[in-house]
């Protein structure tokens, strides 16, 4: 599927919790890409992701949504906001493969891993090409690719252990990063 740019649609980011400003950055301040998964379904439709703060999405049948320019900071990844342009992957999927997800306490549904479809892994790896080579165009240096679990101790399963193994660790090889 094509790129779908959804950027003018996007609600634009708002405050930190400080109460500063989302700030702008230079390319040169981009030395990472952090892996997410949007531990729900926010489907095919575009416009669903358009509150979404990450600069990137790839849904369930590989289409990729371009949501926010790489020079915004964007409240995505705890410690890696500042340096990391955003990933998210649509789904739930389990920290461990076959282990349980996150499960709300206060709904009746108890929620179930999903499974990455080769459309979400093929899209999830072209969304990190794309953001590698746009940075290095632009005169950035990207040398990492990590999970958004290694900035939070409360994201134990983001973006689950199937999406690391499928997606980041073939990636890091090919684009000769480390986490």
Known sequence: PPWVDIRKDAAPFGHYDSGAM???RLWSD??????????????????RWKTVHAH????????????HDFTKVSDHGHGWNNRCIGIEGDGLYAGLKGGKVWDDPTTAIHETADTPTLELIEGYKDAIRFAYNTVKANGG???????????????RDDP????????????????????
Request: aromatic share 4%; glycine share 8%.
């Open 30 to 47: 981009v030395t990472g890409i952090c892996m997410h998964q949007t531990a729900c379904t926010l489907g095919e439709r575009p416009l």
């Open 141 to 155: 240096n990207v040398k990492f690719l990590v999970a958004h679990r290694q900035a939070s101790d409360t994201r």
């Open 22 to 24: 989302f700030a702008n």
């Open 160 to 179: 689950g252990q199937e999406l690391w193994q499928l997606v980041a660790l073939p990636m890091m090889k090919e684009l000769g990063l480390s986490d």
């Open 56 to 67: 990137l999405g790839v849904t369930k049948s590989g289409q990729r949504l371009h949501i």
